[in-house]
């Protein structure tokens, strides 16, 4: 089984930055896909990055591309998401999911980490 636990939320002012990191067990890095979703109050999940599997790529959402960098630490089974240029818009509870044995995240995961939050003050 999939467990994940996101960390590194926090107070920023707006146009500062935060580094997220997701420590993931039962996870594969060849096998599955694993991204960034948030969720801000009132509103949608949003995906915000996806990092397939076997190496194919980071997708990110518009909203963040050239704010945000996912990257990972195999050794670690770690993945972490650095957020620089942070504006208020980005005030959300940041999750980690899975979906296993895919190259693809979708908004149904099939595995979800217990959230941060990352507040961004104007």
């Known amino acids: 089984e999939v467990q994940l636990q996101a960390s590194g939320g926090g107070l920023v002012q707006a146009g500062g930055s935060l580094r997220l990191s997701c420590a993931a067990s039962g996870f594969s890095f060849d096998d599955d896909a694993i991204g960034w979703f948030r969720q801000a109050p009132g509103k949608e999940r949003e995906r915000v990055s996806c990092?397939?599997?076997?190496?194919?790529?980071?997708d990110y959402s518009e909203s963040v591309k050239g704010r945000f960098t996912a990257s990972s630490d195999k050794a670690k089974n770690t993945v972490y998401l650095e957020m620089n240029s942070l504006k208020p818009e980005d005030t959300a509870v940041y999750y980690c999911a899975v979906r296993q044995y895919t190259s693809t995240c979708m908004n149904e995961m099939d595995y979800w980490g217990v959230g941060t939050l990352v507040t961004v003050s104007s």
């Open positions: 990092m397939g599997n076997r190496g194919r790529g980071i």
